[in-house]
Structure formats: structure tokens, C-alpha cells
């Protein structure tokens, strides 16, 4: 399910540093762990073995928000 965020709301219940987790330093920069991996939901056409092929210099952690009952990431991918 697709969700429109507000970037002045924050959209998670433990402190953000506790879901950099979701957002490891890999090849260069900072790329999300993807849970649309083709088994727990619909593959994304960004996945690439579970982790997402956009690179960010920062972790983006005003996009941080719950997701199926869990806090994490959100990617830009919906």
C-alpha cells in the first residue's frame, strides 16, 4: 500500500537511530534494506538481493515511518 507522507510529521514511536539498521553504508552510501524482496511482498524492480539499488549520501531520516506494524524505512519506491 502506497502512503503520502508529510516531511514535518514523525511517523515512528522509537528514536531514529535505532532504525539506521534498515539503511546500511554500502558501496559508497547509504542503501535501504528492501522488504519487497518477492516473498514478503510484491518484488520491487529496485530490489537487487534484498537491498535497494538507490544510493543516498545521508541516511533520510525524515522518511523513516511505520510500515506493517513495524518502524522502518520507507522507500521512495512506494
Given at each position: 500500500?502506497n ?34 524482496n ?15 539499488v ?25
Open positions: 500500500m502512503q503520502n507522507l508529510d516531511l514535518d510529521r514523525d511517523y515512528v514511536t522509537v528514536p531514529k537511530e535505532e532504525l539506521d539498521v534498515f539503511f546500511p553504508f554500502i558501496d559508497g552510501g547509504y542503501r535501504a534494506v528492501c522488504l519487497n518477492g516473498i514478503i511482498g510484491p518484488k520491487c524492480r529496485n530490489n537487487q538481493d534484498s537491498i535497494c538507490m544510493i543516498c549520501p545521508e541516511r533520510p531520516r525524515t522518511l523513516y515511518h511505520a510500515w506493517d506494524g513495524k518502524n522502518c524505512w520507507k522507500c521512495p519506491c512506494g
